[in-house]
């Protein structure tokens, strides 16, 4: 992929910086305007650079009730995702471009405090710089970058602060894991240029030695990491999506256009994970959470 494909997604953060930190109100006083904190390792934006912006937003909306509006004046085509009103997204529009994006996917953003170096540690520890660090007027810093497994990534710093931590909401993400071809040298990586400590987890898989790991920054899990168990997939970050009901989501996604290439199992998260692809290429994970048993 050429880099103006990743310059594309990279643009699209005037929405993430606007859209996440919104303006106090007039009457809420000077507390209130006070920049709020920034959360290092939190994924705090996601983007989906598509090959067809059309398809793509039928599928969405119908799988999460997502609504889509159109950022005015944005130097390439662009869209909020919207749930329910709350900006939680976007929509990179790369349908007059599909020799660019054989494939659709999702490009996740996660907070740093300081994105040039950031992006300096990434080249330095073998990763790749696709989209120099720059400045969105003065609301954000960014850059996209590759880790030396290629796995493709967003970095940002946002002037006023990152959105707090709030309990899950469905239709929501949730989470993101990293699906690494070589597991500890990505947790290596990460902890070099991201500051995360990696801790053993159960992944909630039975009858699999499955080896899961939590990072963390802060006391904070941020994402997951586990050898990817298909070894022709290359390493990548799958963001998660709240749902209800996961077989139910994983039908309703079918049903829509997307294929399901998880299903649903009792050995797995006891039937609460599924990983969908929507109809333009771009993989997602739907998860009904907490997932643990009663009792347990």
Known sequence: MKKSLFAAGALSLIVAAVALVPRPAASAGAAAKAPRPHLPGKFVWFDLLTNDAKAAEAYYGGLFGWTFEVLKDHERPYKIIRDKGQPIGGVVDMTTRKEQLPESTWLGYVSVPDVDAAAAAFKEKGGAVLKAPFDVARLARAAVVT???????????????????????????????????????????????????????????????????????????????????????????????????????????????????LAPSPDTRDGSLAIVVDPTGAALALQKYPFEKSGK
């Open 147 to 261: 880790d030396p497994q290629h796995a493709l990534l967003g970095l940002i710093h946002i002037a006023k602060g990152d959105p707090p931590d709030t309990p899950p909401a469905s239709g929501r993400f949730l989470w993101i894991e990293h699906m690494a071809k070589d597991a500890p040298a990505a947790m290596a990586f990460y902890h070099d240029v991201l500051g995360y400590d990696a801790k053993p987890l159960d992944a909630g898989v039975a009858g699999v030695d499955f080896a899961y790991y939590a990072l963390g920054r802060g006391g904070k899990n941020r994402a997951g990491l586990y050898a990817t168990p298909w070894k022709d997939l290359n390493s990548n970050w799958l963001p998660y999506v709240l749902v209800a009901d996961a077989a139910a989501a994983a039908e309703k996604a079918k049903a829509l256009g997307g294929r399901v290439v």
